[in-house]
């Protein structure tokens, strides 16, 4: 599965992730991209999954009509020893190859 860390993913996250290509925004050379554009390139480039801990962009982009999925971690942060115990949440939910269009949010999204 390809996917691709936002900016705010630790890129060292990456190493547990060794099933899977992983790129980061910044390889992509699409860094400070905004969240529409970004989803765009990204799922027009072959990503699958967008891997990011923003949660605002299931509120703030239309996802289902687009060809890649959005896995937001809302788990406090956005450091490596934060986002480290939810690897294997991680691993789940990319093992099920989420569908295309879809938002899957590991953890507790905040309230809005």
């Known amino acids: 599965m390809r996917v ?3 900016e705010s993913m630790p ?3 990456r190493r547990k ?3 899977h290509q ?3 925004v910044q390889e992509m050379g699409w860094g400070g991209t905004k969240n529409g554009v ?3 390139l990204a799922a027009n480039s072959g990503f699958d999954v967008l891997l990011t801990t923003d949660q605002s962009i299931p509120y703030q982009q239309d996802i289902s009509s687009l060809a ?3 896995v937001v971690l809302a788990v406090g942060g956005d450091s ?3 986002l480290t115990p939810v690897v294997p949440q991680i691993l ?3 093992a099920s190859m989420p569908e295309a269009g879809t938002v899957t949010v590991i953890g507790e999204r905040r309230r809005r």
């Open 4 to 6: 691709l860390f936002d």
């Open 11 to 13: 890129r060292p996250l």
């Open 17 to 19: 992730l060794s099933n």
């Open 22 to 24: 992983v790129s980061t």
């Open 38 to 40: 970004l989803l765009r």
């Open 68 to 70: 890649i999925a959005v």
């Open 80 to 82: 490596i020893d934060v």
């Open 92 to 94: 789940t939910v990319l």
